[in-house]
C-alpha cells in the first residue's frame, strides 16, 4: 500500500499494490481489512516526521508493525540546499491549513514545509503575497529523491501553476508584511472586533498572569473576539485552550481570527457558563473575561480541582466588589491597572483615561 507515485515507482511484482486513497484516515480502515496477512506501507522518508508513521502505530499493537525509516524529505531539502536543519523550521502543512504558518512569517526565517498537491504550491505562494511576503524566495521540490526529482526556485509572487508532484517547499521569508511580535500583547489591529476585546496593554497583564506552561488547558470565559485564547496558544505549540462566548453573532469572529493568526486548534464553545462547561476538558487554567458573578465562581469552587489557576478581569463597580470580597474570602492577589493614552485635547495633547480593570488571580 502506498500513494500512486510510491507505487508507480516499483518493478514488476506477485504483490498486489494497493493504492492509499485520500482522505488519509480512510486508508487506516482499509489497511485493517489486511490484517493477518503481510503488508507493506510505503511512505515517504521517516513516517515519524510528519508522516504516516504514528497514526499508523496508533491503530495497530505494537507486534503488528516494524518500520524501516529512510531519511526524511526535510533531511533531503537541507542536503539539497545546504541549510542548517537545526535552525530551519519544519511543518507539516499537507493535511493543515497554510495558516499555520502565520505566526512564524518574518522576514529571514527559513522553513521547509511539507505540501499536499501540485495546487497547494500556488495557494501557498498566495497566502505569503497577500500578507506582505510575495518576494519571499520558494524552492518546489518535486519527487524528492527519487529519479524524477526537480528542484525549482522562485519568489513567491511569481509562482506559475502546473507543479505535480511537491514533497516539500523550502520558504526564506522576504518582504514588508508584518511579523507577529513573540511578546504576549499583540497590537489591536491584528484582530478583528466588534468593539468588545481585551485591549492590548490589559491582555499583556493578564497573559502574564495566566503564566502559560507546556501542555497545560485554557477555559477562556467570555471569549469576546477571542484574544486571550489566540495569544495563549501562541505561546507555545503544546497547548490548549476553549474559549466559552455566549453571543452567537461572535462565534465566527473568533474562530476567523484564530484561523487568521495560526491557531485553527482554538475551541469554541456557543453558551452561557458556567451551563456549558461540563464535560469541557479540564483546565490548568480559567480566565474569566466576560459573564463574571458569583454564580459562576461558585461553580468553579465547587468543580475544578486544588490547584487550577484562576484570573478574573472587572470593570464595572459591581464585579470589582465581587473580586474583593472573592479575595478576602479566598486569598490570591488583586492589581489595579489604570492606563491612560495621549491624544489630541483641543490645539493640544492630554492624557485620555481608559476605565481601570480591576484583577484578581488566584490558585483554588
Given at each position: 500500500m502506498g500513494p500512486p507515485r510510491h507505487l508507480g515507482l516499483l518493478p514488476e511484482l506477485r504483490a498486489e499494490k494497493v493504492a492509499w486513497p485520500v482522505p488519509f484516515a480512510d486508508g487506516l480502515d482499509l489497511l485493517d481489512r489486511y490484517r493477518g496477512r503481510p503488508v507493506a506501507v510505503l511512505a515517504s522518508g521517516d513516517p515519524f516526521w510528519f508522516g504516516a508513521g504514528s497514526v499508523i502505530a496508533r491503530r495497530f499493537a505494537d507486534h503488528e508493525w516494524r518500520v524501516l525509516p529512510g531519511v526524511s524529505c526535510f533531511s533531503l531539502a537541507a542536503a539539497r540546499l545546504g541549510w542548517a536543519l537545526e535552525k530551519t523550521l519544519c511543518m507539516g502543512l499537507h493535511a493543515a491549513p497554510l495558516s499555520r504558518l502565520r505566526p512564524h512569517l518574518a522576514r529571514g526565517v527559513r522553513l521547509i514545509v511539507t505540501l499536499r498537491d501540485g495546487a497547494a504550491v500556488s495557494e501557498l505562494a498566495r497566502y505569503l503575497d497577500g500578507l506582505g511576503f510575495g518576494t519571499s524566495q520558494l524552492w518546489v521540490m518535486e519527487a524528492l529523491g527519487g529519479p524524477r526529482e526537480?528542484?525549482?526556485?522562485?519568489?513567491?509572487q511569481d509562482v506559475p501553476d502546473g507543479f505535480e508532484h511537491p514533497v516539500v517547499a523550502a520558504i526564506e521569508v522576504a518582504g514588508e508584511g508584518a511579523a507577529l511580535p513573540k511578546v504576549?500583547?499583540?497590537?489591536?489591529?491584528?484582530?478583528?472586533?466588534?468593539?468588545?476585546?481585551?485591549?492590548?496593554?490589559?491582555?499583556?497583564?493578564?497573559?502574564?498572569?495566566?503564566?502559560?506552561?507546556?501542555?497545560?488547558?485554557?477555559?477562556?470565559?467570555?471569549?469576546?473576539?477571542?484574544?486571550?485564547?489566540?495569544?495563549?496558544?501562541?505561546?507555545?505549540?503544546?497547548?490548549?485552550?476553549?474559549?466559552?462566548?455566549?453571543?452567537?453573532?461572535?462565534?465566527?469572529?473568533?474562530?476567523?481570527?484564530?484561523?487568521?493568526?495560526?491557531?485553527?486548534?482554538?475551541?469554541?464553545?456557543?453558551?452561557?457558563?458556567?451551563?456549558?462547561?461540563?464535560g469541557l476538558p479540564r483546565p490548568d487554567v480559567v480566565f474569566v473575561g466576560g459573564g463574571l458573578g458569583i454564580g459562576l465562581l461558585d461553580w468553579l469552587y465547587r468543580n475544578l480541582p486544588e490547584g487550577t489557576r484562576l484570573v478574573a478581569n472587572a470593570v464595572t463597580l459591581e464585579s470589582e466588589a465581587l473580586l474583593i470580597a472573592a479575595q478576602a474570602d479566598r486569598g490570591g492577589t488583586l492589581l489595579r491597572v489604570e492606563l491612560a493614552e495621549a491624544g489630541a485635547l483641543g490645539p493640544r495633547r492630554g492624557w485620555k483615561s481608559a476605565y481601570p480593570v480591576v484583577q484578581w488571580s488566584v490558585t483554588l
Open positions: 526537480k528542484v525549482t526556485r522562485l519568489a513567491a504576549s500583547g499583540l497590537d489591536d489591529d491584528f484582530f478583528d472586533s466588534d468593539g468588545v476585546m481585551t485591549k492590548r496593554p490589559v491582555r499583556a497583564l493578564t497573559l502574564s498572569a495566566l503564566a502559560p506552561k507546556p501542555f497545560e488547558q485554557l477555559w477562556d470565559i467570555g471569549g469576546g473576539s477571542g484574544s486571550i485564547g489566540i495569544e495563549w496558544l501562541l505561546r507555545d505549540p503544546t497547548v490548549e485552550a476553549v474559549t466559552v462566548e455566549p453571543r452567537a453573532d461572535r462565534i465566527g469572529l473568533i474562530r476567523a481570527n484564530a484561523q487568521a493568526l495560526g491557531v485553527d486548534r482554538l475551541q469554541v464553545v456557543e453558551g452561557r457558563a458556567p451551563d456549558v462547561l461540563t
